[in-house]
């Protein structure tokens, strides 16, 4: 739905149809649906690489606080953990992403995520590149769930 690869996937375009549907119908899009049912978090993958994006929604970024973004965000947030392996190579990066992208790796690894009660999750981004390190964390707090979490 968001990425900030230097590519020509769908992800990458203002209007992408993940996000908004098809052309001229806007129909089938995600990103209106999942907003609308109050998703909390929404992890994608194809892309070859990891990114956390802010909490985001319509290009706007929805932050809990500025000094606790994750605590109880007004939009869903974003993951993209497509760095287990592939043929192809990891993908680039642009060179100034949009303001909406809030940490990216490059490295071949996986994600770790734990589920701890109805209200924290946790996530880290682990590197096989670099043995294990973990390169990004992220902790989740969301008090209320659905579309009233968004008020």
């Known amino acids: 739905m968001y990425c900030s ?8 375009l ?5 996000r908004k549907g098809l052309p001229l119908l806007h129909a089938y899009g995600l ?6 049912y109050g998703v909390d978090l929404e992890l994608w993958a194809h892309e070859h690489l990891y990114e956390r994006m802010w909490p985001l929604y ?3 970024v929805y932050n809990g606080s500025y000094d606790a973004p994750y605590t109880n965000p007004k939009a869903p947030v974003h993951i993209i953990t497509g760095s287990a392996g592939c043929q192809e190579k990891l993908d680039p990066f642009v060179k ?3 303001d909406w992208s809030a940490a990216r790796f490059s490295d071949y690894g996986y994600t770790r995520l ?3 009660n109805n209200t924290h999750l946790y996530m880290e981004q682990v590197s096989d590149d670099q043995n294990g390190k ?7 707090i969301k008090e209320k769930h659905g579309p009233e979490a968004w008020l």
């Open 58 to 60: 319509d290009q706007k």
């Open 31 to 36: 990103e209106d649906l999942f907003y609308k």
């Open 96 to 98: 100034d992403p949009a």
């Open 14 to 18: 203002r209007e992408s149809i993940i």
């Open 5 to 12: 690869t230097d590519d020509t996937d769908d992800c990458k």
């Open 114 to 116: 734990m589920i701890i």
């Open 134 to 140: 973990v390169l990004d964390k992220m902790m989740l």
